[in-house]
């Protein structure tokens, strides 16, 4: 198991009395001393400190910068104590090292015991994969197990399945396998599906198999396997994950980076591309030509080539995008790893969706945006209030649409 994507710059500690607060101190814009003040005011405040920043980006990245300078620092909490006091919290840090020492251990059978199941596994995926391609047929035993699942099905559907049974064996002959399985089974999955174009899908037809293999060092490998197709010519496609020689704080093992081969496209076939034509006016000879430029464009084959970390000359900005795309980016491959791979019939068939919304429902609602959503109901209630009294009697006037936040 591998914690989410870490930033590249420095952790911050979890925060203790000897450290200042992660969390950057609000920011009031009025020096006057604090009295008890309404609702309104409040809003007022926090409406004029809004518009102080957004004249001022500079002032707020030169707080931020100030904020995040004193975090971690030492409060001078500790080095008061007592130095006998000292002593045992040094004593404390010892018990917790050997803590470190045992999760990372943990972690390492975890893995361990993983790859002695997934070699377990394997012959079920290769099973799968020669159904899929048409080389062999499922046995009797396997057919009537996949069918307790559907226990539901009633006497009609029975008899018309069975009235249907003899025309469809006829075409059986003529399909081979089960017809664009993993494309399939790969837009069923959310989000796997937001990545591939319509153009996509006419090479991911070709996709025979996916597989993953365990590195001999923490890390794992996607392997995308391709009948022969007018595309690329490449038979395989893979991805590789690696992770940090050193733990994370809790044993966990730490996402490093990625590596993704290099697509062999056939001349006029590469899908991460596409061809803008503009037309341009010679200023002497009044003549126009069209001149075709080649630009990058979305693609799931864009997956292959995998994001850089962000460098020292990056901004922030920056930084903070090519970091949210690193992380969006292991996280597919972890949805590949560990959800469609092992289950890739339940996301043909589209019954893992059951799940994944399931999963969607046991998540907490938000507690910022439910507090906001409260704050706009106050004021809306605050405002009829006022219309009331100054328009008493009066014809009601037409409601105002509702403004909302982009």
């Known amino acids: 198991m591998a914690e989410p994507i870490k930033n590249r710059r420095a952790e911050v500690p979890a925060p203790t009395p000897q450290n200042t607060p992660a969390s950057n101190a609000p920011i009031s814009s009025h020096a006057q001393q604090p009295g008890v003040a309404s609702i309104k005011e409040e809003d007022l405040d926090r409406a004029a400190a809004a518009s102080i920043f957004a ?28 130095q006998h006091v000292r002593r045992r919290v040094a004593g404390l840090k010892g018990i917790q090292k050997d803590h470190s020492k045992l999760e990372a251990e943990f972690q390492e059978e975890v893995l361990q015991l993983e790859k002695k199941y997934f070699a377990k596994f394997t012959p079920l995926y290769e099973k799968r994969a020669a159904i899929v391609n048409g080389k062999e047929e499922p046995t009797d035993d396997q057919v009537k197990a996949g069918e307790e699942d559907n226990e539901d099905e009633t006497k009609a559907e029975e008899e018309k399945k069975e009235a249907t049974d003899d025309a469809a064996a006829e075409v059986t002959e003529l399909v081979k396998g089960i017809p664009e399985f993993w494309l399939s089974a790969m837009k069923n999955q959310i989000s796997l599906a937001e990545m591939i174009t ?11 198999d996916i597989r993953m293999e365990y590195l001999d ?35 966990d093992f730490i996402y490093d980076h990625a590596e993704g081969d290099k697509i062999n496209w056939k001349e006029g076939q590469d899908l991460t591309v596409r061809i803008e034509s503009k037309k341009q006016r010679n200023k002497n000879t009044k003549q126009t030509r069209i001149v075709k430029k080649t630009v990058p464009t979305e693609s799931f084959f864009n997956f292959f080539s995998p994001p850089k970390a962000p460098g020292d000359d990056d901004d922030d900005d920056t930084a903070s995008d090519i970091e949210e ?64 009294d100054d328009d008493d009697g009066a014809k009601p006037k037409q409601e105002a649409q509702e403004c909302k936040q982009s």
Do not use: C, H
């Not at 010519?233 to 050193?246: A, D, L, P, S």
């Not at 795309?325 to 959800?339: A, F």
């Not at 945006?369 to 106050?378: H, T």
């Open 325 to 388: 795309r690193l992380e969006l980016d292991y996280q597919l491959g972890e949805d590949i790893k560990e959800k469609l791979i092992p289950r890739a019939i339940d996301w043909f068939t589209g019954e893992a969706l059951a799940f994944e919304e399931l999963d969607d429902l046991e998540e907490p609602f938000d507690e910022e945006e439910d507090d906001e959503d409260d704050d706009l109901s106050e004021d809306r209630d605050d405002d009829e209030e006022e219309s009331d």
């Open 55 to 82: 004249q001022n980006p500079r002032l707020v990245q030169m707080i931020q910068g100030r904020l995040g300078s004193l975090v971690g620092r030492s409060s001078g909490y500790i080095e008061s104590l007592p």
């Open 198 to 208: 319509d153009r996509d899908e006419a090479a991911l037809r070709f996709l025979t």
């Open 217 to 251: 060092k923490p890390g794992f490998r996607l392997i995308f396997e391709f009948a022969e197709n007018e595309f690329f010519t490449n038979k395989t496609i893979t991805k590789t994950y690696f992770y940090q020689n050193e733990s994370g704080y809790g044993g």
